[in-house]
């Protein structure tokens, strides 16, 4: 589905995987507009670039070829501090392994995309806490990621991602590790930051999760195989 104006641009992208002498495609002629405020699903079946392509968006990696547009900025083929400059602010990526950091509370990991901002400390503390609020996190504001469970966990990690109001969030899997309740509360958060104006692109094996976007990709052999948006009941 293409538009005129997109948030963001994907063009013919291609990305390759070279180990030794094998050479693997993870992504092949990729091309597909988002609106913003849209909530994307991404499906298929393992292996077929779904991470891949979150990746790509997030700009945690780069295409092999092809054309990226965000915001009507080039990003493919920009420099490894340019990528960082666009990144900060503007995505938020969400791990299915929470990537939380050990040593840090709960609040200090909130803390973490601010501070790479550099906004003031009094500043980060309010904000984070506010993020905290919306995720009914804040009273674990102190303990470590390891006394918390695995859905808290990823909360968390939703808070560290929404912290800075990025434009994006880029959810990898975000319940593949948890339970049906916990997936559930995972995904009634991610309908509450899209409301709230955040563009969402979310790879899932899940279709009762995919249903909650309002457009579903599915990926085959590292293509685009179907777009199609749902209609609302």
């Known amino acids: 589905m293409l538009a005129e104006n997109p948030f963001f641009r994907l063009r013919n992208i291609r990305k390759l995987y070279r180990t030794g002498a094998v050479e693997t495609t993870a992504l092949d002629d990729f091309t597909v507009d988002i609106r913003e405020g849209e909530f994307v699903a991404v499906m298929g079946l393992s292996g077929c670039g779904k991470s891949t392509l979150l990746n790509i968006v997030a700009m945690l990696d780069v295409p092999t070829s092809g054309q990226y547009l965000l915001g009507g900025i080039e990003v493919s083929g920009a420099s490894e501090a340019r990528l960082t400059e666009i990144r900060r602010g503007n995505i938020g990526f969400i791990f299915q392994s929470f990537n939380l950091v050990d040593d840090l509370s709960v609040l200090e990991n909130v803390e973490l995309p601010l501070l790479c901002l550099n906004v003031p400390w009094r500043k980060r503390q309010q904000r984070a806490r506010e993020v905290l609020e919306l995720v009914g996190m804040m009273h674990r504001a102190r303990h470590r990621p390891d006394q918390l469970s695995g859905g808290q966990q990823q909360k ?19 319940t593949g590790n948890l339970d049906t309740h916990s997936g559930a509360e995972v995904m009634e958060m991610l309908d509450t930051l899209n409301q709230q104006g955040a563009t969402i692109l979310m790879a899932t094996h899940s279709a009762a999760h995919a249903d909650r976007a309002a457009r579903i990709l599915n990926m085959l052999d590292g293509r685009l195989a179907s777009d199609s948006v749902r209609v609302a009941a």
Do not use: G, N
């Not at 968390?156 to 975000?174: K, Y």
């Open 156 to 174: 968390v990690a939703i808070a560290r991602a929404f912290v800075a109001e990025p434009r994006l969030i880029a959810a990898d899997e975000p």
